[in-house]
Protein backbone atom coordinates (compact mmCIF):
# COMPACT_ATOMS: atom_id res chain seq x y z
CA UNK A 1 0.00 0.00 0.00
CA UNK A 2 0.76 3.36 -1.07
CA UNK A 3 0.65 6.00 1.81
CA UNK A 4 0.18 9.70 0.78
CA UNK A 5 -0.25 13.12 3.16
CA UNK A 6 -4.16 12.97 2.74
CA UNK A 7 -4.19 9.62 4.11
CA UNK A 8 -2.80 10.36 7.05
CA UNK A 9 -4.70 13.20 7.27
CA UNK A 10 -7.47 11.06 7.02
CA UNK A 11 -6.49 9.07 9.84
CA UNK A 12 -5.53 11.57 12.13
CA UNK A 13 -9.61 12.99 11.61
CA UNK A 14 -11.12 9.82 11.81
CA UNK A 15 -9.33 8.91 15.00
CA UNK A 16 -9.67 12.46 16.60
CA UNK A 17 -13.43 12.65 15.88
CA UNK A 18 -13.85 8.98 16.98
CA UNK A 19 -11.54 9.56 20.84
CA UNK A 20 -14.14 12.71 21.28
CA UNK A 21 -16.82 10.93 20.50
CA UNK A 22 -15.70 7.94 22.72
CA UNK A 23 -14.56 10.54 25.55
CA UNK A 24 -18.38 12.28 25.72
CA UNK A 25 -19.64 9.45 26.29
CA UNK A 26 -17.34 8.21 28.99
CA UNK A 27 -18.00 11.49 30.70
CA UNK A 28 -21.75 10.47 30.44
CA UNK A 29 -21.22 7.41 31.84
CA UNK A 30 -19.19 9.11 34.47
CA UNK A 31 -21.47 11.23 35.56
CA UNK A 32 -24.28 8.80 35.45
CA UNK A 33 -22.65 6.69 38.29
CA UNK A 34 -21.98 9.99 40.43
CA UNK A 35 -18.14 9.80 39.25
CA UNK A 36 -16.27 12.71 37.32
CA UNK A 37 -14.01 12.83 34.40
CA UNK A 38 -11.32 15.38 33.44
CA UNK A 39 -12.85 15.54 30.13
CA UNK A 40 -10.18 18.19 29.41
CA UNK A 41 -7.31 16.36 30.06
CA UNK A 42 -8.36 13.56 28.47
CA UNK A 43 -9.46 15.84 25.34
CA UNK A 44 -5.89 17.31 25.29
CA UNK A 45 -4.12 13.32 25.67
CA UNK A 46 -6.19 12.77 22.36
CA UNK A 47 -5.11 16.38 20.46
CA UNK A 48 -1.39 15.73 21.92
CA UNK A 49 -1.55 12.26 19.83
CA UNK A 50 -3.55 13.38 16.94
CA UNK A 51 -1.13 16.00 16.09
CA UNK A 52 1.69 13.17 17.04
CA UNK A 53 0.12 10.84 14.54
CA UNK A 54 0.14 13.40 11.95
CA UNK A 55 3.69 14.37 12.43
CA UNK A 56 4.77 10.71 12.30
CA UNK A 57 2.77 10.20 8.90
CA UNK A 58 4.89 13.30 6.99
CA UNK A 59 8.02 11.85 8.61
CA UNK A 60 6.82 8.33 6.97
CA UNK A 61 6.38 10.30 4.33
CA UNK A 62 9.25 12.39 3.36
CA UNK A 63 11.59 9.49 4.47
CA UNK A 64 9.74 6.12 4.14
CA UNK A 65 12.97 3.89 4.21
CA UNK A 66 14.19 5.17 7.16
CA UNK A 67 13.12 3.43 10.86
CA UNK A 68 12.90 4.78 13.74
CA UNK A 69 15.21 3.90 16.86
CA UNK A 70 13.23 2.07 19.88
CA UNK A 71 15.57 0.91 22.36
CA UNK A 72 15.27 -2.56 23.79
CA UNK A 73 14.29 -3.30 27.21
CA UNK A 74 17.49 -4.01 27.89
CA UNK A 75 18.73 -0.28 27.46
CA UNK A 76 15.61 1.18 28.95
CA UNK A 77 16.33 -0.89 32.38
CA UNK A 78 20.40 0.32 31.91
CA UNK A 79 18.71 4.23 31.88
CA UNK A 80 16.40 3.56 34.80
CA UNK A 81 17.41 0.11 36.71
CA UNK A 82 14.48 0.18 39.05
CA UNK A 83 12.06 0.90 36.34
CA UNK A 84 10.59 -2.74 36.15
CA UNK A 85 10.19 -2.82 39.93
CA UNK A 86 7.92 0.93 39.90
CA UNK A 87 5.72 -0.70 37.24
CA UNK A 88 5.22 -3.50 39.13
CA UNK A 89 4.50 -1.02 42.10
CA UNK A 90 2.52 0.83 40.29
CA UNK A 91 0.20 -1.84 39.10
CA UNK A 92 0.11 -3.01 42.34
CA UNK A 93 -1.40 0.51 43.85
CA UNK A 94 -3.49 0.69 40.64
CA UNK A 95 -5.41 -2.76 41.50
CA UNK A 96 -5.72 -1.51 45.11
CA UNK A 97 -7.51 1.86 43.55
CA UNK A 98 -4.63 3.92 45.35
CA UNK A 99 -3.96 5.69 41.80
Known sequence: MTF???DFRT???TYYRFALDLIEAYDHDATMNGLSLD???EE???ELFA???LEAGN???DNPRERPFIPSWNRVQAAVPDLLTRMHEAVELDNQGKV
Request: hydrophobic residues 45%; proline residues 0%; charged residues 15%.
Open 44 to 46: QAV
Open 39 to 41: RHS
Open 11 to 13: LKA
Open 4 to 6: SSE
Open 51 to 53: SNL
Open 59 to 61: LFI
